[in-house]
């Protein structure tokens, strides 16, 4: 009966340290997984950005012309670069669409984008601003359509003659994006030229101070992200070697060494904290809340003590999660980004969830020590614990991963079986091995301690005396008492041989019981 409570008992425990141990090893393993997501975009933005400019490989097109082609692609994946390095919801295409008057970038966010890279300030800033007439006269010059009406131009286009006026702008609602080296100069010139047509011809003046008010060098999205501005002369050095196919975004710059900071690394871990921390006071605090439901159901009323078990909880749960999620984090993207080196850019995010675990519980019993609540030898066995829990976990969780790769959680739920799993495998091996340490003394290399001295129990059936601390009694007087002899049998004690025994008499400690 014993034997079967005991057995029962140990299996509630394997189970409760199989379900904690699935939770440790699922925030850290959050968060290596959100930071391994993060570095994963970074890098694919710099690839799209290598693909998209070595595409222009073997074009005869010149390098004058196709710099507005290279404009296009650097804007928008320097801005999808910045914006999967500060983990932007915000996300740009290049169209390549040639329609009359279209956008050469367009956003998720609504705004579109127009660029005009040409030979200086003042022909960038004129082809922004061109209107709906000048296109039309440029059109009539190279189609050679001289009986052309403005009106059939347009409706050619599916363009209602009532919906604008001649010279309003055709790129109108767009921004206006021209080089770097140009916008200062462009922005000069068109208000001297606003000025000067407020006289002449005030019917321009409202294209060209439109075209001013979205001239800009860059891509800018509402949280702040930009694209990297660019300009003519860089457009052309790119251009060349598109060209030829031996564009190197690492060459600019483009690599996760040089993009992430430790204000990123630290984002990435709070992010990936506050996120493990939410799952964290869920796990936590679910047995504790069935609980409070069994026990309603049970006697109709909840004690004051499954309360303060269930804050608890939510507290403990809380804040271990966030310190656990922001550490795997920020270690899996200090590691995968090349901040400390390129040995470590190849690491297993699994592996570093599976150390964060290891680290962190030891730390946490590592104080326990210190405090004296907790012996060497229970450190030591919850360390072995820990590793071979955590092994079975990330090995169940890659095998099921592998196995079954179209469910997005398979990983974890082969994490959660394998906390299971290797905890009451655990119990097992750790008996086999006491046991084994019981017959032949060995100490598995300091890791169990072999007690051979004696019990005094059984020093004082040999007839040894025990050394024992003289204790200082206050003598008290007593009054004389009389009392009668009493008559007794003597009984006969026969000496017994009694054969000691090796056994556990503590955590990973053996002597003799």
């Not at 702040?224 to 251009?239: C, M």
């Not at 159901?297 to 608890?312: A, H, M, R, V, W």
């Not at 906390?419 to 009451?424: D, I, K, L, N, R």
């Amino acid at each position: 009966m014993k034997s079967s409570i005991n057995s029962r008992t140990n299996s509630l425990n394997s189970m409760k340290e199989g379900y904690y141990s699935f939770i440790h090893n699922s925030m850290s393993q959050l968060g290596s997984q959100q930071a391994d997501t993060y570095i994963s975009n970074i890098n694919t933005a710099i690839d799209a950005l290598n693909e998209d400019i070595n595409a222009f490989n073997g074009f005869n097109t010149s390098v004058g012309q196709l710099k507005g082609d290279i404009a296009e692609f650097w804007h928008s994946d320097t801005f999808n670069i910045n914006a999967a390095l500060n983990d932007s919801r915000f996300k740009t295409v290049v169209d390549r669409s040639h329609g009359f008057a279209s956008a050469d970038i367009t956003s998720n966010w609504g705004d579109r984008f127009g660029l005009k890279y040409y030979r200086n300030a003042q022909a960038s800033a004129d082809a922004q601003a061109t209107s709906y007439f000048e296109r039309y006269c440029e059109y009539k010059v190279i189609s050679g359509r001289a009986d052309l009406t403005f009106d059939e131009f347009l409706k050619e286009r599916n363009i209602d003659p009532n919906d604008v006026l001649k010279y309003d702008p055709i790129y109108s609602g767009q921004i206006r994006i021209i080089p770097k080296d140009q916008l200062e100069e462009a922005i000069s010139y068109l208000k001297i030229k606003i000025a000067k047509e407020s006289g002449n011809r005030p019917e321009q003046v409202a294209r060209l101070q439109e075209t001013l008010n979205k001239l800009e060098a860059k891509i800018e999205s509402p949280d702040g992200t930009q694209s990297v501005e660019l300009s003519r002369e860089e457009a052309e050095e790119i251009a060349r070697l598109a060209k030829e196919g031996k564009f190197d975004a690492k060459e600019y710059g483009f690599t996760t060494e040089e993009l992430i900071k430790l204000n990123h690394i630290l984002k990435q871990g709070v992010k990936a904290g506050m996120t493990a921390a939410v799952i964290s006071f869920v796990l936590k605090t679910a047995p504790e809340i069935y609980k409070c439901f069994e026990q309603l159901i049970k006697e109709g009323q909840i004690e004051d003590n499954q309360f303060k078990n269930l804050g608890f909880a939510a507290l403990s749960g809380s804040s271990e999660g966030f310190i656990r999620g922001f550490v795997s984090a920020s270690l899996t993207t200090a590691c995968e980004s090349g901040v400390w080196g390129e040995v470590l850019k190849t690491v297993n995010p699994n592996v570093i969830a599976g150390l964060t675990v290891i680290a962190m519980n030891m730390m946490k019993d590592a104080f326990f020590v210190v405090k004296g609540t907790m012996t060497q030898y229970e450190m030591t066995t919850n360390l072995s614990r820990n590793i071979f829990v955590t092994s079975c976990a990330l090995g169940l969780g890659g095998l099921t991963q592998l196995c079954l790769p179209m469910i997005p959680g398979a990983y974890l739920l082969g994490n959660f079986v394998g906390s299971f799993v290797g905890s009451f495998a655990f119990i097992a091996v750790d008996k086999a091995v006491i046991s084994f340490c019981i017959e032949s003394g060995w100490t598995l290399f300091g890791l169990v301690k072999q007690d051979y001295h004696l019990p005094d129990e059984i020093i004082k059936q040999l007839g040894f005396d025990i050394f024992e601390v003289d204790e200082f009694d206050v003598d008290e007087y007593e009054t004389d008492e009389f009392s009668f002899d009493e008559f007794k049998l003597d009984k006969y004690e026969g000496d017994f041989i009694q054969i000691l025994r090796r056994g556990v008499i503590g955590v990973h400690q053996i002597g003799y019981i």
